[in-house]
């Protein structure tokens, strides 16, 4: 947590109990990972985005649930295009019965993806056609299960998101990110 010198007010917070660091860097990764850590040699991790996704995962990122310690990375849509406050929609790991991919708008499920065949989530074969991106959807231990992905060729981008009407979508171009705006510039999806 870090707070105004003057006012005591906090203004950026990890929201995780993670053991504080004495220097602190943050970066962010090539991966897109932004970290905060330790600058010192040993390089310390006290936190990292991918463990707190908001309504995107990108490749390496993972979303899972764990039944033993109420541990969950979801992916949640925000309010609207321009606020990126939690929506009403959450993509995420059902753990009760055979693990798969739930919807859920509020506490309501609205879709799920049916169980894992060990290529592709049974209710979306399409997965098993996929030749750019690998999934993988494993237990971590018999009480946690993982989702994530790998894109096969690095020279493509690709990401997932939840938008504000509860769609998933997959979004992936070729090449390099072309930088649009100057600093502090506002993107849309279509810039």
């Not at 897109?32 to 908001?54: C, H, K, L, M």
């Not at 939690?86 to 506490?107: K, N, Q, R, S």
């Not at 690998?134 to 493509?156: G, I, K, L, N, W």
Request: charged share 15%; net charge negative.
């Amino acid at each position: 947590m870090q707070k105004d010198n003057f006012s005591g007010t906090e203004f950026w917070s990890s929201g995780a109990n993670s053991v504080a660091v004495s220097n602190p860097v943050a970066q962010i990764r090539d991966d897109g990972n932004f970290i905060v850590r330790e600058a010192s040699g040993n390089g310390y991790q006290a936190w990292q985005s991918y463990d707190v996704p908001t309504d995107t995962i990108l490749p390496g990122m993972r979303f899972c649930r764990s039944t033993a310690g109420g541990f969950n990375i979801n992916l949640t849509a925000w309010t609207s295009l321009s606020d990126p406050a939690p929506g009403d929609y959450v993509l995420g790991v059902d753990m009760d019965g055979v693990p798969e991919e739930f919807l859920w708008a509020g506490m309501q499920p609205l879709w799920r993806s049916g169980p894992w065949t060990g290529l592709y989530l049974s209710g979306v074969p399409q997965m098993g056609q996929e030749n750019l991106v690998e999934y993988h959807y494993e237990p971590a231990t018999p009480q946690q299960f993982v989702y994530s992905y790998t894109v096969r060729d690095s020279s493509f981008l690709s990401r997932i998101t939840l938008n504000s009407s509860g769609q998933r979508s997959s979004i992936r171009s070729h090449g390099s990110l072309r930088h649009r705006g100057g600093p502090n510039a506002i993107c849309s999806p279509n810039s």
